[in-house]
Structures are given as C-alpha cells and as structure tokens.
C-alpha cells in the first residue's frame, strides 16, 4: 500500500461517520476561526502603530523631559527650595539653560523646546473662527499628509491644519487650502488678545499622534513670545518638554546611551516607541488573552478527534486486523489514522480560516469607513497569507498529536484477536 493509498484511504474513511466528523470539524472551525480573527487584529493594530512611529521618526526622535524627583519616604510634602527649577503644577519647567546642557549631549543634533501653545482660535478669509488644538509633535517631524508638504525652516510663519478643519475654515477640500493665509489669536499674559497670520503649507490626516494643527519653527517661536508677553519678572517660566533629534543612524546600543548621559544630567528621554511601549502592551495582552481562549477550543476540538478515531477503530477492528493479516505492517496502520487525524485538523482549519479572512476583511472594510474613518491607514484586522498557513499548520499538528493514541492503538492490535472481533 503506497502513501498515495493511504492518503486516499484516509480520506474515504474519514467520512464514514459524517456526523461524527461533522461535529469534530466545527469544533475545529470555531478554534481557528477565532485564532484568525485574533491574530489579525493583533497585526492590524502592530502594523498602523509601527507606520505611525516610522512616520514621524521612529526612535530617531525623543522627547526629553527633567526626571521626577522620587516622593520622600514619609510621603511628607517637599521642602520650599526658592531657588530650584521652576515648576507648573506638577511638572518641573526645563529652563534655556537645561536646552543648551541637552543639546550638549553626545548623539543628539538638534533640540526643540516643546512651548505650549494655547491659541484662541483659527480664522480663514474672515469667515468663521474656531478653536484650535495644537500638537507638538506636529511639525517636529514629518506628519502624515493628506495633501500639501511638511512644513520648512526658515520660510516664514506656516502650518499643518488638521483634515477635519478644511470643510469648516470654507475650503472645498484640502488642495483647496494650500497656500491660503489664516489667521490665529492668542492671548498674552496681560490679556491681551494678538492675530498672526500664518501660511497652510499642507493637510495632515487624523493619526495615533496627529491630532492637533502643527507650526513650524518660526509660527512656534512667534506665538510663545506672545504668549510671554506681559510676565512679570520673577514669575517661573520654562518648558514642560522638550524634543530631541538624534543623530542619522543612531542605533539602538547609542540610544541607550543618550539615554544614560540624559539621565546623569537630571533628564528623562523617551523615543516615540518608548511612550507606546505600554499601550502595545496592554494589546498584545488582550490578544493574548483572546488567543488562549482559541487555544481552548482547539484543545477541546483535539479531545473531540481523540473521541472520533477512538470509535472509529473500535468499529474497525475486524478491518484492521485483516489488514495486518494480508501484511500491513503497524506503521502504514498507524500512519493511516494519523492522516485521518490530520485530515480532519485540515478541514476544520481551512473552513475557520477562510471564513475568517473572508468576513474579517469585510468587517474590516466597513470599520475603516465608518468607525475608524478619523485614522486613515488603520486596518484593524490584517490577513497575511503567512499567519493564515501558521494557523493552519498548527491547528494540524494539534490534530496529529490528538490521533497518536487511536492510531498507536490500531497498529497494535493482534490480527488474531481483531479478525475474532465481533
């Protein structure tokens, strides 16, 4: 009996039970269904995040920030020091001073204070005015436009306005807002209100991290010195942030580095991949949460394949033992029950899978166009054929190890006894 027999054999006897089968194969169905659907929700999110953070820089790009001093052990209040750094609220204000000692630091190029900026409103052709929200992340790095070019140095006042701003500013879509002026109000300490006019240079979509108008240098540095006039002396002024660029190539062995030279001085820096380290984490433990209840059911399916050639060699005695007494060794026998097992894993995995990737991919279609419209790019399930043939794959070997007991049990049995059976 070749191998191509006993596949074919295997098949034919597979569906000598269909019910049986049946019941054994849905149970498989909804375990690699929901391990599809699981795993491509995990790759959908890990793909949009990993092409944020490439977006505006990836590690090249860290924010630094002085690091918070430790709570005193009694958990008492801190002592008054009038002349340590200046603070807001609860953060501590980096001073110009702490840019240049940043900036002094091996491996970082180029540092940008993050001014917080607080404008009043945006006003276009002296049409509507609206608030607007502003991002600093935003004109750092590169953003993810929708239309337009990212912002330049040097070149006067220019912007990035939000997608969502260009229908309400009178814009009939965003290549219609390039290149318009618009006005921007801010409010100086003494309160006195200032216009800037300030050039659209382009569009960005609604991101992960774009979500809020950027300015380029020279709108940034305009806007807070607005911000700042009127302060009397002796009020505490600074920054909450600041944003470091790295040097080109930077690896990361001399990130950590940086890191470590940030921290001896009093600095805390933080790379794009650092600050959604834990909102990776808490999805990739969701998905592994929803994965083990998958792992579950191919387990209890791997029980249901157990149960299936177990009462399929029982009834099969006298055939087996026929078998063996026109000279089957037990290795064919063995191996034809494990290709009944591993046929049925295959059928169950197959079936899940494509229903999976076919309905998954409709979901996902829809979601992108309604729900999740604000982040274009987000696909909140992605299918590759490699992660579907793994899944699959797995799901066989499953089923290959649940058949090892019925089919060692078949090659075993005594001719004799089994052509006796009744």
């Not at 219609?176 to 050039?199: C, F, P």
């Amino acid at each position: 009996m070749t191998v191509g027999d006993i596949l074919r054999s295997a098949v034919a006897n597979t569906f000598r039970s269909k019910v049986r089968t049946a019941l054994t194969v849905v149970a498989i169905f909804i375990g690699a269904f929901t391990l599809t659907l699981t795993s491509a929700i995990g790759a959908g999110v890990s793909d949009y995040i990993d092409k944020q953070v490439g977006a505006i820089g990836g590690d090249n790009l860290m924010t630094v920030s002085p690091t918070a001093e430790a709570a005193a052990e009694d958990d008492g209040p801190k002592e008054y020091n009038p002349d340590g750094a200046a603070t807001q609220g609860n953060f501590t204000l980096l001073a110009d001073a702490d840019i240049e000692t940043i900036l002094a630091t091996e491996g970082i190029e180029k540092v940008e204070p993050a001014a917080m900026l607080a404008p009043d409103y945006i006003q276009y052709d002296g049409g509507a005015k609206f608030e607007l929200t502003t991002n600093p992340m935003v004109g750092l790095a590169d953003a993810d436009l929708a239309a337009g070019r990212q912002l330049g140095e040097g070149t006067g006042a220019e912007m990035l306005i939000p997608s969502s701003y260009v229908e309400p500013l009178g814009f009939a879509d965003a290549d219609a807002a390039l290149d318009q002026t618009v006005s921007i109000a801010v409010t100086d300490y003494a309160g006195t209100q200032h216009t800037v006019e300030a050039v659209i240079a382009g569009v960005q979509n609604d991101s992960l991290f774009g979500d809020g108008a950027g300015f380029n240098s020279d709108l940034r540095a305009e806007l807070d010195a607005l911000q700042r006039t009127g302060i009397p002396e002796g009020v505490s002024t600074g920054y909450i942030t600041s944003i470091a660029f790295l040097d080109a190539g930077t690896d990361e062995e001399q990130i950590a580095a940086v890191k470590a030279d940030l921290e001896a001085q009093g600095f805390t820096g933080l790379t794009v991949a650092d600050q959604i380290g834990a909102i990776q984490t808490v999805i990739n433990g969701i998905i592994g949460v929803l994965n083990a209840f998958a792992v579950i059911a191919l387990i209890a399916a791997g029980f249901g394949i157990v149960n299936t050639l177990l009462m399929s060699v029982q009834e099969r005695t006298r055939e087996i033992g026929l078998m063996k007494a026109m000279g089957m060794g037990g290795g064919k026998i063995f191996a034809l029950f494990s290709f009944e097992a591993i046929f049925i894993g295959f059928l169950g995995s197959a079936l899940g899978a494509g229903v999976a990737v076919g309905l998954g991919s409709i979901i996902s279609s829809v979601l992108s166009n309604t729900v999740l419209s604000a982040l274009p790019g987000l696909h909140i399930m992605l299918f590759t054929p490699a992660s579907v043939a793994t899944i699959i794959g797995v799901v066989m070997l499953i089923a290959f190890l649940a058949g090892t007991l019925p089919a060692r049990r078949a090659a075993k049995q005594n001719p004799i006894d089994a052509l006796r059976y009744e």
